[in-house]
């Protein structure tokens, strides 16, 4: 999802800095992006979990570019878990990736922000946070404390001229979802890249990807807990 | 996966310029966060983030650039800030804020010979000195610019034709180099140094003290005349034929005016009071006597009155006020004489407090250009037309005559300097950028300067073809001998000299 994201921001005159664990898939995503003229990006291999790094990767990135606009976390996992399964280290994983992880970046994000009185954070939580539901415990409440995260930025931030966009796909075609079983239809890469720019253009404070899941999930929320027990989804 | 992106800088106004330096210094060591601010040019029209530092010590401004030398970064310079441009802006890097070095250290009423500490400003260097009979030898528009950044930029005044840049009124100067060495400057002594750094634009060490010599006046006012002017020739003819007789001299120009008016305006001319003209100087002196009145007309609180420009500062709203100005300094107001204080002549930016919030948010880019005599004429019409043609027309001009210097980098002419401030919005950025390269060549085609303190678009090769490879090479020996590691840039240095 990071990847087409970076390449369709890259079109739009951004000039990138990418943050990613593996050092040959970033290489590549890079090498895509630097190869069309104008278009720039930079690369960090970083696991989000090595969180004592932060502080001087933020620093160095920022100088690089020569300044910073825009933020997103993209960084997620969601590994399988069977219905009796209670792993505390995969839930750990789950959580430091997804929450924590966001929380040590944005912070530094926040700070500037601040400052500058400017800025846009965003970050790709899920609609699995708007409901806890029994597949994947620490993944719902990785999504849903994320959430809340971004929410309490919002209101921290965005009296003072920043963005915070919370966004809450569904179900997207990208390696995470593969030989998984997904609640509801998959949405294609391009067309969920599409509607999270148009997110960030119109700086949403939460959007849907696809937007019908908006609809979806206010029925769902609203699913009386001893109904939701017996539902399946 | 996190994207970090930054919006491409799409034009040499925007802010973020990337520091090609950036990749070669150890950047192991985070600065601390709570030392990051958000810095902008006076004009607002570029900002950017650094992590700003203000010590009060010579030690501390060596433990800065300690600091930078640790964590990799570079230091810009920054005094008041009233560079309208990225003079005084290093963006992701250390700001070293002088302003609370602001000491007067020796002061000799007998002489008028004043040295200072470098974060002290006009302000508070007249309001010391004046009730003894001394003024700040050249002063700028505003008050608050510091006699650090004062000399770094070789600033002028409304008296350059006669009394030069503020480099012709500093006796000595102390300094600390980036190397750690401090040194002691004159006309007698370090010479060559005297010569760079005043107008070296903070690029080879930090001024520490600064000895001027200030001027001796006999009254708190200035006798003034107001002259009317049809078009820039008439306005041109009347600076230079007045010259002899005047102390300062200013002339406005409405940019609006075209066709025959083109470059109408009205000058203000000033002189001193002799000994004996002002029958109580004793009053006159006192910082009483000089301030400005805190409210206009009256009863209009002057701190609110950026609130009333703002919705007429556009295009119909300035070429109506302009109008009415120039119709009634042509009428009623030509050839009228009055007194008035050194501080109201003087400080006309201050006279409305915040006056440039009205140009938010987009902020305002001064372009301010320096010819010949003998092309001045042909080139600023030049100028004004062709900004009329593309329909980005300045909202103030001013136009003041000069004098040539000898410092090193120089942006002085016997000539004159046509000073415009053009109002930025989201819809005329990038027509204004290719406006202003458009004149960079019309300039440079006649002969002309240009002037970092105002500056916020030149490109590196302009700068060459203004300074000349001489300098440049003179200017590039002495950043070698002073700074080796290239530890002072800002924004601007890496804007004009980042390629050398």
Redo the contacts between chains.
Sequence with gaps: ???A??QN?ARR?????????RAEELARVAAEINASD?T?AFIYPHD?RNYDAI??L??????????????????GIMPQVAPNEYDFEKDKDILEVNLLGAIA?LN?AA??FD???AGHIVAISSVAGDRGRSGNPAYCTSKAALNTYLESLRNRLGRKGVAVTTLKPGPIDTPMTQGKPVAGRVTSIDQATAQIVAAIDRRANEAYIPQQWKFIMYVIRRIPSVIFQRLNI | MSAISQKDAVSSVHNGVPDSAAGERSAGVALPLDRLERVAGWGMAVGGMGYVYRPSTIDGVAQVFEIARRTGRTVGLRGGGNSYGDAALNSENIILDLTRMNRILVWDPSNGRVTVEPGVTIQQLWRYAIGDGWWPPVVTGTSFATVGGCAAMNVHGKNNFKAGPIGDHILEFDALLPTGEHVHCSRDGNTDLFYGMIGGFGALGCFTSVTLQMKKIYSGWLNVDAISVPHMDGMLYELDARKGQADYLVGWSDAFASGETLGRGQIHQATYLAPGDDPYPAQSLRIESQEIPANLFGFLPASIIWLFMKPVLNDWGTRLTNLAKYMQSATLGNHKRYRQSHVAFAFLLDYVPNWKLAYQPGGLIQYQSFLPLATASPVYREILARSQKRGVVPYLGVVKRHRPDDFLINYSVDGYSLALDYKVTGSNRASLTALLKELDRIVIAGGGKFYFAKDATLQGATVRAFLGEERIRKFGALKERCDPESLLQTDLYRRLFGDQ
């Design positions: 999802m990071g990847a994201l970076a921001l005159g951004f000039r990138l800095g990418l943050v990613a664990r104008g720039q989000v502080p001087v933020f620093q160095s990135i920022v100088r690089q570019l020569g300044g910073l606009d825009l933020i997103v976390y993209a960084a970046w530094q700070v500037r400052r500058a009185q």
